[in-house]
């Protein structure tokens, strides 16, 4: 009897598991008419860069950085598009028609970002295949930049604070022909620190410019504590490539009154003014236990007894 219950919950668990083995193993592909369309955005370096501003904002969160495999623990797993095997069993179109329509937890995109966007993730995506091969009627040849490649280490992050304007600039500087030089396509995140996550205030994907620049701006009425005295936090995203780069510096917030963070009872006062319905719920959770513990105690004893 008892190994034919074990042998059910085994099956009952293997069938539960199979769509999700399922989902995993099996390949999402589009119609062949899908399949054949074109990009309808040209290939070009400022494709790839604006591709890049929106993969940032919309795409790094599941996908993670390209070419690190650092994606979250979805089933199926989001797409490392570092990973040359997806590009060469995904054309251009392909890639825009699953951005647009979706599937399952990839959500459809077709109503969130333009064709222009859509159009430029694809391109900055197609930039990590390495046989991919613009056609030389959408390629659109750009004068390169050196900064783009040349400038190296040791790297540089420097912040201002404008008052005056609720404005905080944070700048990447790396070392060109023993020169400082601006970094360029960097992204930096740019934040107030606060109780449980630091506040983001930069724009999502929001990334370097040609000056190494990344300007944010802050709101200058945000309540931070009696002194009204926030602080800021600033650094570099890529610490793989740049090193631990970050900087803080304090910001002039709004003053509160320390009643209002200690005296009110809530989740994220301390621990004296804690919500008197979680203490009344942990005590009765401990009540029960307790109880339970002490019925499976006696009843241990009671047929104890009985056996003797």
């Known amino acids: 009897m008892k190994t034919k219950t074990i042998t059910i919950n085994i099956l009952a668990v293997l069938v539960l598991m199979m769509p999700f083995s399922l989902m995993a193993q099996s390949d999402w592909k589009v119609s062949d008419a899908k399949r054949k369309d074109s990009n309808p955005i040209a290939y070009s370096d400022k494709s790839v860069k604006a591709g890049k501003v929106v993969f940032l904002a919309n795409c790094k969160s599941c996908h993670g950085d390209v070419g690190k495999n650092n994606g979250l623990p979805l089933i199926p797993k989001p797409t490392d598009f570092g990973e040359q095997a997806f590009h ?3 054309t251009e179109g392909s890639i825009f028609h699953k951005i647009t329509d979706g ?3 990839m959500p459809a995109y077709g109503a969130i970002l333009s064709e222009q966007q859509r159009g430029d993730v ?6 990590f295949d390495a046989n991919f091969k613009p056609t030389a009627s959408a390629q659109v040849v750009e004068t390169p930049k050196s900064n783009d490649t040349e400038v190296g280490a040791p790297y540089f992050l ?13 700048i990447l500087m790396g070392t060109f022909n023993g020169a400082k030089a601006p970094v360029v396509d960097a992204e930096i995140f740019i ?7 630091n506040l983001p205030i930069m724009e999502a994907g929001a990334i370097t410019n040609e000056e190494g620049v990344i300007k944010a701006i802050y709101p200058a009425d945000l309540p931070s504590g009696e002194k009204g005295i926030g602080e800021l936090v600033v650094y570099v995203v890529d610490q793989e490539k740049f090193g631990e780069l970050n900087q803080s510096a304090e910001l002039k917030l709004i003053a509160t009154h320390p009643s209002h963070f200690s005296e009110t009872r809530a989740l994220w006062a301390n621990r004296g003014n804690f919500p008197i319905w979680l203490l009344v719920t942990y005590l009765s959770m401990v009540l ?3 109880g339970v513990m002490g019925k499976v105690v006696m009843n241990l004893f009671k047929i104890k007894k009985i056996g003797n």
């Open 158 to 170: 420097e912040v201002k604070v404008d008052e005056a304007n609720s404005e905080v600039s944070a």
């Open 88 to 90: 060469d069993a995904n």
């Open 122 to 127: 694809v391109n900055y995506i197609r930039s």
């Open 103 to 105: 599937r399952a937890t």
């Open 191 to 197: 934040g107030i620190k606060r109780y449980f996550n």
């Open 288 to 290: 029960i236990a307790w």
